[in-house]
């Protein structure tokens, strides 16, 4: 209790106008400021708190002047340990924003094209991808040690090179460089390679994790995404939160499945914690740690066979019978909006249905399988 009245304490003292809308400190509602201006703004928190699956809702305005920020606003989200850290973010980047929006009306000086043109020279157009008509945002690539290619987006402002330009990057961590008026998109470039590569350790990881196994979700990962749920079996799954700087560290892990199944694996994990070795990788130690290796797709697309069954009111009825193409694929429903994702079985045909009528009538997907 003490820690949430102090946690507000200290929110308050940053953002006095934002004010919390219930007694569980999950939803705040008010004012945040920059530059004596208050913009309205509601954040919106998950049950569990976790920073990274907050809603965030705002004025039209607000919304307008941080349309090229969303990307960095996401990366904060999933970077900040608190709200606190969030809302002092927020309003960081809200400065930053409304100084360019300022800076567009007012004719740039010629010293800053012709300073940045020669910068992109000496850094070499091979390392440049893009560069929009205004010469304000430019992207630049570049290739770690094990070949991965990555994008650092900047955005610059007239004060540029007397001030860095703000960087927005694919990472599971924030990526803050140094500057010095003298520096140049050259340092810039070195920065973003020795980032590069010291998460070499923590995309190596996931690679072999999205390589050897069966990646349920995220379906297509970026390589700023630290989880990842892999399928065990037709039925079970793990969910892991991989630490981006201990990437052979243990990782948080959650089983999904029922009980009967999720139990024995659970007392496996928790029975041989003490074997795990930081010296091989985070796949391995899966491995011995549960006595089991994890499946790939194509073994278990062979070993099951998947139907789904469509329930309507009062009856129900597979839906290959009511659809003129083979049904190969798995998928659950989202009782709530009726939206269909994939569950499992990607690379066979995904079934649409034909109509809305037909959407409309449905309630739930089972999965059935058979060996």
Request: glycine residues 4%; contains cysteine; aromatic residues 8%.
């Amino acid at each position: 209790m003490r820690g949430g009245m102090a946690a507000r304490g200290s929110l308050f003292r940053q953002c006095p106008l934002l004010l919390p809308q219930n007694g569980e400190g999950t939803a705040y509602e008010g004012f945040v400021s920059a530059q004596g201006r208050d913009f309205h703004i509601r954040i919106l928190l998950p049950t569990d708190s976790q920073l990274k699956n907050a809603r965030i809702e705002c004025s039209w305005h607000l919304k307008k002047i941080l349309h090229g920020y969303r990307h960095i606003l996401k990366q904060r989200l999933h970077s900040c340990p608190d709200l606190v850290s969030f809302v002092v973010e927020l309003k960081t980047i809200l400065e930053i924003a409304l100084k360019n929006t300022q800076e567009l009306h007012v004719p740039w000086p010629p010293e800053y094209y012709s300073c940045l043109v020669r910068d992109l020279e000496i850094l070499g157009w091979n390392k440049v991808v893009y560069v929009d008509t205004g010469l304000t945002t430019v992207k630049l690539k570049a290739e770690d040690s094990r070949g991965r290619q990555h994008l650092i987006t900047l955005k610059l402002n007239a004060k540029y090179p007397t001030e860095p330009p703000d960087c927005i990057v694919d990472f599971p961590a924030q990526f803050a460089i140094s500057w010095m008026p003298q520096d140049s998109l050259v340092d810039i470039h070195n920065q973003f390679l020795a980032a590069l590569e010291s998460l070499k350790e923590f995309w190596d990881t996931m690679d072999e994790i999205d390589g050897k196994t069966w990646v349920l979700e995220p379906e297509n990962p970026a390589r700023c995404a630290t989880s990842r749920r892999i399928a065990i079996g037709s039925n079970v799954s793990v969910n892991i939160e991989v630490d981006p700087r201990h990437p052979k560290m243990l990782p948080e892990c959650y089983f999904l499945g029922a009980d009967h199944v999720v139990n024995p694996l659970r007392t496996k994990l928790n029975n041989n914690m003490h074997l795990w070795d930081p010296e091989i990788s985070l796949l391995q130690n899966l491995k011995d740690l549960l006595e089991i290796d994890f499946p790939s797709r194509a073994v278990l697309e062979k070993s099951c066979a998947f139907r789904i069954l469509l329930r309507t009111v009062g009856s129900a009825m597979p839906i290959a019978s009511m659809a003129p193409r083979q049904i190969k694929c798995a998928m659950s429903p989202d009782a709530d909006n009726l939206f269909i994702r994939h569950a499992c079985m990607s690379g066979y045909k995904v079934f649409l249905p034909a109509d809305r009528a037909l959407m409309s009538s449905l309630v739930n997907v089972h999965i059935v399988t058979s060996h």
